[in-house]
């Protein structure tokens, strides 16, 4: 018996209830900030300066890191595979942008056709030591192929390209969706991608490629046991991974009036590594959440801290990890069942009606 499509589609909106809930409040994001602050629709609608501006180029750091997160989850919550080179995804496509725009003066199509193959070959490059290493040999292999990427674009030899460690400047973005000018209209393009991403990765993961990935991540050996080809499945996921995240790359290039080569270090995979943990790993959610709890926390300590901001943010990651070792995300949904007992419970409590818990003992 085949589902109805109506059906399937009024499953879809009561599992991702709260996803839609929370796409709804960040596009009205701007205008209730707006509001707040004493401006007019009218006046938001047309990239009027004030709050709601500044509002609208926080959040689109967040979506950008969000989208960045999403990428690294996939290959280490969903696949099990550690990479400490990640960061190398991410800044192919942040230069790569700057320089087609820049260099050589192409637009965003064609240039959106080169980070897509570029992140497909880089995918391939990481992919060749996946049949010969794993684990954190794996994790090695990769960190040494980013710091090769990383003192390519820092040589200068490419300095006309890249701007060697001064970082690629100078780029102008298209006058559509340019930051400055139309920073509204960026930001729901921005908006727009990251739903379909995060839709893009929940397909991903319930698909039966993303249940493999799962198996894999829990016992390769047992998933390669029972017939599957785990390279390929592992491909699969870090050819996703790749352009995903140079999308992000591509993003952030068009937001940011300057590539630092910061995001080819290694401490810029690190970013991902703690975004994740903080949100929750392998749960998708988690890299969204973790996104904003991360970007938050860094502005606001920075902007009461200063320099010092560096050190209790360390120190409030340490603490995460200690206490919340599943993530925010993670945590809610192992003890979502305890609260939905214990509201019962209460309620029971409340009404004199005992809940049926209650009843069996």
């Not at 550690?82 to 087609?100: D, N, R």
């Not at 980070?115 to 049949?131: H, K, S, W, Y």
């Not at 390929?232 to 952030?252: D, I, P, Q, R, V």
Request: aromatic share 12%; net charge positive; proline share 3%.
């Amino acid at each position: 018996m085949t589902t109805k499509p109506s059906s399937r589609l009024a499953a879809f909106f009561a599992n991702q209830r709260g996803a839609l809930i929370a796409l709804l409040l960040l596009a009205l994001l701007p205008f209730i900030v707006g509001l707040f602050d004493g401006a007019s629709l009218a006046a938001v609608w047309v990239n009027g300066s004030g709050q709601s501006k500044f509002i609208q180029g926080l959040a689109i750091e967040i979506i950008i890191l969000s989208i960045y997160a999403l990428s690294f989850d996939v290959i280490f919550g969903i696949t099990g595979m550690l990479s400490f080179g990640h960061s190398m995804f991410f800044a192919v496509g942040a230069y790569l942008t700057g320089i087609s725009i820049k260099s050589f003066e192409l637009g965003l199509p064609a240039t959106l056709g080169i980070v897509f193959a570029a992140a497909i070959v880089q995918a391939l490059l990481f992919g060749v030591v996946l049949p010969r290493v794993k684990g954190i040999t794996f994790a090695l292999v990769t960190l040494g192929i980013a710091s090769v990427f990383h003192i390519v674009v820092m040589s200068s030899e490419l300095g006309k390209y890249t701007g060697a460690d001064v970082g690629l400047q100078g780029m102008v973005v298209p006058a559509f969706i340019s930051p400055a000018n139309e920073r509204l209209r960026f930001y729901f393009i921005a908006l727009t991608i990251l739903a379909l991403v995060y839709l893009l990765y929940k397909r991903f993961v319930d698909s039966p490629t993303g249940r493999v990935c799962i198996a894999i991540r829990e016992n390769e050996g047992r998933a390669r046991m029972l017939g599957y080809n785990t390279f390929y499945f592992k491909l699969a996921a870090l050819t996703l991974s790749s352009f995903t995240a140079a999308l992000a790359g591509m993003m952030h290039a068009l937001y940011q009036p300057i590539v630092s080569p910061n995001v080819a270090g290694m401490g810029f995979t690190v970013t991902a590594l703690l975004i994740v943990l903080i949100g929750g790993v392998g749960s998708l959610e988690g890299a969204l959440v973790g996104a904003l709890v991360y970007r938050l926390l860094d502005f606001g300590l920075r902007r009461y801290i200063g320099e010092s901001a560096s050190f209790i943010n360390g120190a409030i990651y340490v603490v995460f990890v200690l206490f919340v070792p599943y993530g925010i995300v993670g945590t809610w949904r192992l003890k979502s069942f305890q609260i939905k007992q214990g509201w019962a419970r209460m309620t029971g409590w409340l009404t004199g009606k005992p809940s049926s818990e209650d009843s069996a003992r």
